[in-house]
């Protein structure tokens, strides 16, 4: 197995990959090659914030895929160079899993983003996934909480003040 950084060449491989990673319901009606030409322009103006790598065998063919989002953070005074890393869409074909192909990609994109200075490295996973994830070294953390996009929406008791930032409403 050979794992390496994903380039521009790989986006026809990447994009039946993430095709095959999609529920039916969710499928647009468009071919993978449009697909791929999508992908392609979407990732061409995120090169530096979204890396892929991928699982070759012993041929060209690309067998799994995972990528990591990498965000800045706000500056510190003495770390202004803050890093955050969030790995996404892990996905190795069926018939290959169960090899250690998933956890070696993992494992990849996880000491690529260390390596570049992210302080943590965060994964939202499926639960059957967990197990895995815990073997590779992720943790639960009760600091690291999510809002539903929903809730966004219901809290009406604060607006914000076209030039006052945040105003509480009584």
């Keep these: 197995m050979e794992i390496t950084q994903a380039h521009a060449d790989d986006v026809a491989g990447l994009a039946r990959l993430l095709w095959l990673d999609t529920n039916k319901e969710e499928l647009a009606p468009q071919s993978v ?33 995972a990528w990591v989002a990498l965000l800045p953070r706000v500056p510190r005074p003495g770390a202004t160079n803050r890093l955050s890393a969030d790995v996404q869409t892990v996905f190795v074909l069926p018939e290959r899993r169960g090899r250690g192909i998933g956890s070696a990609l993992v494992e990849a994109v996880a000491v690529h983003a260390a390596n570049l200075g992210a302080s943590r490295v965060t994964v939202h996973s499926g639960r ?40 509480g409403r009584s």
Excluded: K, N
């Design 33 to 65: 090659d449009a697909f791929a030409a999508e992908l392609a322009r979407w990732w061409a103006v995120r090169p530096d914030t979204h890396l892929a790598f991928v699982a070759r065998l012993s041929g060209p063919e690309i067998v799994g895929m």
């Design 128 to 167: 059957r996934a967990v197990p895995v994830y815990e073997r590779l070294g992720f943790q639960s953390s009760r600091q690291l909480l999510q809002r539903p996009p929903d809730a966004a929406t219901a809290d009406d008791r604060c607006v914000i003040g076209a030039d006052q930032g945040p105003v």
